[in-house]
């Protein structure tokens, strides 16, 4: 007979048993999942101790990476379990930001003694005599022992199936890449083909625990397979394709008919044997079912391959629910899908469109639309969708909600750090997704935090080496800080990769302005002649011609721009382009040529961007009465935007009350810019130095003309650049460092000397320098 020692806790009105795995209520058992109850039995044992989270999931967990969310997930499991927090009774005490302690009250009980029979020995049959009748009694009692026995084996083989079920290794970890091939077709309908990957990607894209390599990397690694980027993707090809990566698995699905039904079959592969780690097969009734078969069999396998039962509950919305229940809409998706992917995002809008026509509560058509929009510079169509899809986002999975929220934000309320915030927890659910970090990199810029977009870039393309956006952010923040080689090395490198954004050669065309080499800058409108948005050559054109004061060719090549824009569908474009021009003739003393522009901005269509731009130009130009009504519209239809109230609003109420000679006040109104101020294209900057030299306050001028001075990368082509020499001038001469003075007024001279000659602020400069040159 041997002794096995007993653990028991008491607290409150439960016990807990370590050796029965057991929690008990007044005598009766309370369940708790595995998890739960392990994470109970550490907290009591070391009651009254605070554990830090990292110490409970090393314990609970041992051998397994998972989400912070599983032990929250957990203790609020127990607590249900316990009724924590009911008549006032307390039990776990939650310490923000590091861990958890059990507070209540524990007694243990002295481990005792249990005995426990030793192992029953089977009996040896041996052959009865058939003179001997055998004893009842005694045979009664060997027939009850051996039931014991078999039962208690039972038990035995029972648990010890349990115990590998629930502490099997999983087949995948949360560190491996998984590839999906392309779905074996049987059925011979072309509505299949390609559409069930793109489905089976979005229902596993859900998880936090597997990671999909990415259908552009795919294709990519075919390229350099030397196969056709269109090549369907056999589970051989696939295998390969894992080889090459170093991935440890891949999925190959197929669909077959079985009468009038389908047959579906997910099976998981190791990318080296070959041999089947996971298979799912499922039936559907019609063809309508499909998609609601491919959900739950992709559901069971995400089991079978190692992801907690947790995980799955949280993150495992049916795929008709988070895409469409209509097969025809999710084809058209999918087209759409495809032709975004390989860089055709006009040409992908109308698949789009069909979807939602077709679906009216297809969410993430809805989604891909808006960003799809917003890519084109179309920002009221990106606004529209986006509301669209926010209205249902309580249809989606959390990824796709997290995701929808910041384009809800950017384009439709403006307020980027809520955006940020939807971001930053996208990123932590789905830390190996790249779009996250992309996201993240993007609202950075527009906030003007450029080293942080740079290593969220960097992220992004770590994750995925061949995603075109990262590169663009990380660019642009390499050029806003001045490191003009840097950026153009990364862009350079980008397509070299065959990566294809016009945003690439709009951040090439302006380094190539900065380092003064126009072959560089051929070379970028070359690449857009011909193209649908060959407008925007035209955009940068002018403002090339803007920045040195050559005025009437900047407006011709603005013209130029804005007929292009208008042709099409991009009107919102073209009143960029001549509300931007409206400022440029703001800046050089041509206002009636600036109220021209503003006009005709404002008429293509009202934007955050044509009003804001036209309001300021109106303002400098002293037209109070027009800019006022501007201001007033911005503040009613923007009321959250994070750009329009902390850049936009100020710089234009600084303006007019310039215009009014109430230069303290200009000052005051452009207080809540200095934390955007990087990506305020130096308005700021240029209002405050004018504001402080109508104050005769030459230090503070100089000060603010110099800080544009200082970052030539916030807006390369930007007038306001070479004004600001003449801006340090006029602060030199107010505190007489006159020698000073004629040396910034040349500086300005040697970057205007192709400037128009009748230029209102060209003359006035000279009139100045004349009058210096005098004393």
């Not at 044997?273 to 039936?283: D, F, K, W």
């Not at 800058?521 to 011609?545: L, N, S, T, V, Y």
Request: hydrophobic letters at 40%; proline letters at 4%; one cysteine or more.
């Amino acid at each position: 007979m041997s002794h096995q020692l007993k653990h028991l806790y008491e607290f409150g009105l439960f016990r807990l048993d370590a050796g029965e795995r057991l929690l008990l209520r007044d005598g009766e058992s309370v369940p708790l999942t595995p998890k739960s109850f392990d994470l109970l039995l550490a907290l009591v044992e070391h009651h009254g101790r605070l554990l830090e989270k990292d110490e409970l999931l090393k314990k609970v967990w041992p051998d397994t990476f998972v989400e912070e969310t599983n032990l929250s997930y957990n203790i609020s499991l127990i607590r249900k379990a316990l009724g924590d927090g009911e008549n006032g009774q307390k039990f776990i005490e939650t310490v923000p930001r590091r861990g958890y302690r059990f507070v209540a009250g524990v007694r243990q009980i002295q481990s005792a003694p249990v005995e426990e029979e030793p192992p029953i020995a089977m009996p040896v049959a041996e052959p009865l005599s058939p003179t001997m009748p055998p004893a009842a009694p005694e045979r009664s009692g060997q027939w009850r022992r051996l039931a014991l026995a078999l039962t208690g084996s039972g038990t035995i083989i029972i648990a010890i199936v349990a115990w590998f079920y629930f502490n099997r290794a999983p087949v995948l970890t949360e560190k491996d890449t998984i590839l999906l091939a392309d779905f074996e077709n049987k059925t011979g309908e072309e509505i299949f083909d390609k559409m069930l990957k793109q489905a089976l990607a979005i229902q596993l894209q859900q998880s936090p625990f597997l990671n999909l390599l990415s259908e552009a990397q795919m294709r990519h690694e075919l390229k350099l397979m030397r196969r056709s980027s269109d090549e369907r993707v056999t589970a051989e090809i696939a295998r390969e394709i894992c080889e090459r990566q170093n991935l440890k698995a891949l999925i190959a699905g197929s669909i077959a008919p079985l009468g009038s039904h389908y047959v579906i079959t997910l099976e998981a592969i190791s990318a080296r044997s070959g041999e089947s780690l996971a298979r799912e097969q499922i039936e559907a009734e019609s063809k309508e079912k499909v998609l609601q078969g491919l959900s739950q069999a992709a559901t069971r396998l995400r089991e079978r391959l190692g992801e907690s039962l947790v995980s799955i509950q949280r993150f495992n919305k049916p795929l008709e629910e988070i895409t469409t229940a209509k097969l025809e809409a999710f084809k058209f998706y999918f087209q759409g899908v495809e032709l975004a992917v390989g860089g055709g995002l006009m040409d992908a809008i109308p698949y789009l469109e069909r979807a939602v026509e077709i679906d009216p509560e297809f969410v993430s058509a809805y989604t891909l639309l808006s960003v799809m929009y917003g890519r084109t510079d179309r920002l009221r169509l990106a606004a529209e969708y986006a509301e669209k899809g926010y209205t249902l986002k309580d249809k989606v999975s959390e990824y796709e909600r997290l995701r929808l929220d910041y384009w809800y934000h950017n384009f439709v309320t403006g307020n980027l750090h809520k955006g940020i915030e939807a971001l930053m927890l996208q990123k932590r659910i789905h830390p190996r997704a790249s779009s996250g970090p992309n996201d993240l990199s993007l609202a950075y810029n527009l906030i003007g935090q450029y080293d942080q977009a740079i290593v969220e870039a960097r992220e992004s393309i770590r994750l995925n080496p061949i995603f075109a956006s990262p590169y663009k952010n990380q660019g642009l923040g390499l050029l806003r800080l001045n490191r003009f080689a840097d950026a153009g090395n990364v862009l350079s490198q980008a397509v070299e990769q065959k990566l294809e954004m016009t945003e690439f050669h709009s951040l090439l065309y302006q380094i190539a302005f900065i380092n003064n080499d126009p072959a560089g800058m051929q070379r970028q409108i070359d690449w857009a002649r011909g193209k649908p948005d060959e407008h925007i050559a035209f955009d940068w054109q002018a403002g090339a011609a803007a920045f040195p004061g050559q005025w009437r060719k900047a407006r011709d090549l603005s013209r130029r721009a804005i007929g292009l824009a208008a042709r099409g569908d991009t009107q919102e474009i073209a009143a960029r382009y001549g509300a931007e021009q409206a400022l440029r003739g703001a800046v050089f003393g041509d206002c009636r040529q600036a109220g021209i522009d503003a006009a005709q901005g404002l008429k293509f269509t009202r934007s955050r961007i044509s009003l804001s731009r036209a309001a300021l130009a109106l303002a400098l130009c002293g037209a109070a009465n027009q800019a006022r009504p501007l201001d007033g519209e911005l503040t009613k239809r923007y009321p959250e935007d994070t750009i329009i109230n902390s850049i936009w609003l100020p710089a234009i109420r600084a303006a007019m009350e310039l215009q009014r000679d109430n230069a303290a006040q200009a000052i005051e109104q452009l207080q809540t810019t200095s934390r955007y101020e990087a990506a305020a294209e130096f308005w700021p900057q240029y209002l405050r130095g004018h504001a402080y030299l109508k104050l005769k306050r030459g230090a503070e001028a100089a000060a603010e003309f110099q800080q544009i001075l200082d970052h030539r990368g916030y807006a390369p082509l930007s007038p306001l650049y070479p004004l600001a020499h003449l801006g340090l001038a006029r602060a030199a001469a107010l505190t007489g460092a006159m020698a000073r003075s004629r040396k910034d007024c040349e500086a300005f001279f040697a970057a205007w000397k192709e400037a128009d000659a009748d230029l209102p602020i060209l003359r006035e400069a000279r009139r100045e320098y004349e009058l210096m040159a005098k004393r």
